[in-house]
């Protein structure tokens, strides 16, 4: 009989070789599953993991795809540190990125070093001003902000349909709904010639550094996670909980706007009616997978981001099929997070001794 | 300096793929970007039927690949340049939104020949085609207008732009020809595949008196739904008449083969241009699905306006056309031109839905 027995304590040990065990459960069957429908299973896994980083133009596409991820999950797990549930970092991308490129598309044609900037501080504004809604009704009338924030991504998606239909459509573009394509002075530098790489990810690097240094050793940051793990004490304490509302779901905000404008002044390089294929959402997964931990996150994000190139890479060069590349991210997600189940449990085999009398 | 290593050494990764190629004998390997799932059943389907034709029609010769469900946005540029990397000298990519990334990608892969289904940009080796599919409107619109008892028909839009907007009105007009009272009512649904969100919409437009349903999205839900409730529907870019028996009128086909297999025989003898390619029902690129579930005088009115519109005794937009507001646009004896269709951002009379602008 195999039981799970509650530890005493978090296993030290487990905590990171639960990662590799995931690993190691996701490669096995995911073999199976390739073999049995009659895929070479290690030339799959090849195209999965390895394949994709073959290149240097595919490492710089490998940290594109991960740039919004970290930057999202980042802000998302300051909040679930402190159980403020943000599940709208898409809806705060998307209005990131309308305010960021509506001002590079006002400023359309001006060389000017400063309209990046203005591009950004309007996007991190944007984004704020999207989060401060669910913080308003959360601190006023206790609305939950997991339903408002989550509610207001469908409200954002109207309004970005709205935007590229009417204000910022391409007057030359032959009424499709898409604005112009950003001028050069408006977007984001290129890290490495001949990719699509850009300053946005060291954005990402400082964020993960400043969110570490946030959590672990700054007093708001105190206040964040006494406030998650022990409500009680934390109000004792004078903690306010309307300020940690604020200042997560503010947080949360800014960094899904700013991630928001990045890909808007980078890969896209304009608006189109779809910015984003779900980062706020996969950014949730990214967070969790991450452990809440700045430093996980980061390696979360480029994992997850992996799985989606190797995905690409599996159906172009072995015409797998969507669904079958869908099941074995599916198959990874689920290992990672059901393996974490060790950290505070143990597997016993065999009947169970009666704890002694004593 | 740098910037001029990285491309030399660029330059040499290129030369030995290339080197590669030429060593892999002379298999054409074709390349196909969709936006939707190849079981839509609608659009991306029948774009998967015709890659299929094209490797039927060069035995050992082609070899294709295809990446579905491809999100337009910051995906579609590295789908489709990893399409190009990978060796593929032809490269279709099949939805408006691809159509930046594919002038990207094209611009960094001169040897490789790039088609974009429906969009405007063209370079060097980069063409575009659509069809017209406003022609099969035209007639789906004459039989609409013979058949429905209530003069109110619901349409089902995906997204505003000029594609769309023609497709109605061409609709509208030939609808209206047939039954003047007769109006069109709109749902926006803002996507080109959702069977949930559509299938709503159908049921909407039922509620609000529509008894035949038209649809601008790609699968077959709105016709399960006119099946369910007894209403009239037409296919969308394939015969779907095995989801609703008894409800299909008929369905605009889409028919890419001819196009896929003359381009890829294009690139096989070197004979490929970068062209824009517009062709309807004549060519055959535009095709109607069997005329079933009306009386024997409405099926034959169709064949004629589908016979007269193939040999141009019919234009979809011949005039006199009004738009929304009472204006004239085209007068009696004339007919819209091809500029002013490929930008159509206005409704014609008779449409009962404002244009967001």
């Known amino acids: ?358 | 300096m740098k910037s001029t290593l990285v491309r030399l050494l660029g330059a040499a990764v290129l030369a030995g793929m290339a080197a590669m190629g030429v060593a892999r004998a002379e298999e054409l390997k074709v390349g196909f970007v969709y936006v939707g799932p190849v079981g839509d059943y609608g659009w991306t389907f029948r774009h998967d039927v015709a890659r299929k034709a094209v490797e039927a029609a060069f035995p050992g010769k082609v070899k294709t690949t295809f990446v579905e469900s491809v999100k337009e946005g910051p995906d579609a540029e590295r789908v489709i340049r990893q399409m190009a990397a990978s060796g593929n000298k032809l490269i279709f990519t099949t939805s408006f939104g691809f159509m930046n990334p594919t002038v990207k990608v094209a611009k960094q892969f001169p040897a490789v020949k790039f088609e974009h289904a429906t969009g405007y940009k063209r370079t060097a080796n980069l063409s575009t085609y659509s069809a017209r599919f406003y022609e099969g409107r035209a007639i789906i619109g004459h039989i609409a207008g013979r058949l429905s008892k209530t003069g109110v028909v619901g349409y089902i839009a995906s997204f505003p732009i000029p594609e769309v907007v023609r497709g109605i009105n061409a609709f509208t007009i030939a609808l209206r020809k047939v039954n003047p009272e007769a109006k069109v009512k709109v749902i926006w649904v803002n996507t080109w595949y959702d069977p949930g969100k559509e299938a709503d919409a159908a049921k909407a437009l039922i509620d609000q008196g529509a008894d035949i349903i038209a649809q601008h999205t790609d699968s077959p839900a709105p016709l399960q739904v006119a099946e369910k409730r007894g209403v009239k529907g037409f296919g969308q870019a394939s015969d779907m008449i095995k989801f609703a028996p008894k409800s299909q009128l008929t369905a605009i086909v889409d028919n890419w083969n001819p196009y896929y297999i003359a381009r890829t025989k294009a690139v096989m003898d070197g004979s490929w241009k970068s062209e824009a390619t517009w062709a309807g029902i004549k060519p055959g690129m535009v095709k109607m699905a069997p005329y079933t579930n009306m009386p024997a005088d409405v099926k034959a009115e169709a064949e004629a306006l589908q016979a007269k519109l193939a040999s141009g005794e019919v234009h979809a937009f011949d005039g006199p056309i009004k738009d929304q507001s009472g204006k004239e646009v085209v007068k009696a004896g004339e007919h819209l031109d091809d500029k002013t269709l490929a930008t159509m951002d206005y409704y014609v009379e008779g449409v009962d839905d404002k244009l967001k602008k």
């Open chain 1, 1 to 358: 009989m195999i039981m799970l027995e509650r530890r005493r304590e978090t296993s030290r040990v487990m905590k990171f070789a639960s990662p590799l065990l995931a690993l190691v459960l996701t490669v096995i069957s995911g073999a199976a599953l390739f073999g049995l429908l009659g895929f070479d299973p290690l030339e799959a896994l090849y195209q999965f993991f390895i394949a994709p980083v073959m290149t240097s133009y595919g490492i710089a596409e490998l940290l594109l795809k991960a740039t919004p991820l970290i930057l999202i999950g980042v802000g998302l797990a300051i909040g679930y540190r402190a159980n403020v549930w943000n599940i709208g970092a898409e809806g705060q991308l998307i209005i990131g990125a309308i305010a960021g490129g509506a001002i590079g598309l006002a400023l359309h044609g001006v060389d000017s070093v400063l309209v990046l900037p203005l591009m950004i501080a309007g996007g991190i504004l944007g984004g704020m001003a999207w989060a401060a809604i669910p913080a308003l009704l959360r601190t006023h009338f206790n609305a939950s902000e997991l339903l408002t924030s989550l509610m207001l991504t469908y409200v954002a998606e109207l309004l970005l349909t709205w935007a590229v239909n009417g204000p910022l459509k391409d007057p030359d573009g032959f009424s499709f709904p898409e604005s112009k394509m950003f001028h050069d002075s408006a977007s984001m530098p290129l890290l490495l010639e001949g990719t699509r790489l850009h300053g946005g990810f060291l954005a990402a690097l400082i964020v993960v550094l400043l969110g570490w240094f946030f959590i672990s050793r700054s007093l708001p940051g105190y206040e964040v996670r006494v406030t998650g793990s022990a409500p009680h004490a934390a109000r004792f304490a004078g903690f306010s909980q309307t300020v940690t509302i604020w200042m997560t779901l503010l947080a949360g905000g800014a960094l899904a706007g700013l991630a928001g404008l990045f890909e808007v002044a980078g890969p896209v390089g304009q608006l189109v009616p779809k910015i984003s294929p779900g980062y706020g959402f996969t950014a949730i997964i990214v967070a969790f997978l991450g452990r809440l931990h700045p430093v996980g996150i980061l390696f979360a994000g480029l994992l997850v981001a992996l799985s989606y190139l190797g995905g690409e890479m599996a159906q172009i060069t072995l015409n797998m099929p969507l669904a079958v590349t869908g099941v074995f991210q599916g198959l990874l997600l689920f290992f990672l997070l059901g393996v974490d189940i060790l950290l505070t449990h143990r597997i016993r085999i065999g009947h169970i001794k009666p704890r002694s009398a004593s």
